[in-house]
């Protein structure tokens, strides 16, 4: 189930909220056979969480959670940059729970939030690392969105908590309101440097890709290399973006001169990107590189110009 983009946190009894984690999302089911984990696209990550992988262990056969695998700085911040290029690190690695899809066999999909959460407490037992309860919160949206800028998190998920689960829609029963803009994008040129300079990327819209940045800054060495070597056998003659070339020049446009220093790669990877904001004419100003994630189809990555 996935939150739509909200400008506004929507705010009243029937609504609880939940600190917007930066990390994987990823679902953990027990059988008699042992434990698996599950990307959103369906990818297994048992082996690359195998501390996570143990610990879910202990739930009950015929149990299926969703959750998101985050990583853990030094002062305790939850860090996306630290998850993609630290995950032997397993003691900064931790699951946060927050639904309950079936328990002891029996399927949930049906069954309020606010029940499913109430048994999601039962079936995790009493908390232990590196699995945690993702907590919720009924309170003030203005209160708990002052409480959030405060200690600098993602943003707030806000969840019916009469709403069943449904599984591969953004119904609007979950909403999710942005603090720090953070999104993936799809990485489909660069141009070329040590070994880059910048990456070129985009998002769908409308089922074409578009064209919203050119993404230098974020990158140490060993990143910048490892990002490199993600890109060779990807590279295509033809320019995968269907808004370029651009007529008007600007510090973040790609005209047609411009373009003839592009290499152009199959749309396959995704960047995790942090922005200030996006222009009038749907670019980013003051992008980041935060991370490679492979955990979305690139083809659902659009504009959450939010």
Known sequence: MYATPVHELPEGSQWLYE???DGDRCLAGKESSGVALWSRRGNLFTNQFASIARACARLAPGTLVDGEIVAVDNDGRISFNLLQHRRSKARALQYYAFDLLIYRRRSLLKVPLQNRRELLAEALGRG????RLSESFHANAADVLAAAKELAVEGIVAKRTDSFYESGKR???????????????VIAGYTPGTPFDALIMGCYQGGKLNYVAKVRNGFVPRV???TFQKLKGLEIKTCPFANLPEKKRTPWALTREEMKNCRWLEPELLAQVEFTEWTGDGHLREAKFIGLRDDKDPRTVTGEKF
């Open 224 to 226: 910048r290399l490892d």
């Open 171 to 185: 119904s609007g029963a979950w909403a999710k309101y942005k603090i720090n803009r953070t999104q993936e994008f």
């Open 128 to 131: 232990r690392e590196p699995i």
């Open 19 to 21: 600190i917007k984690l």
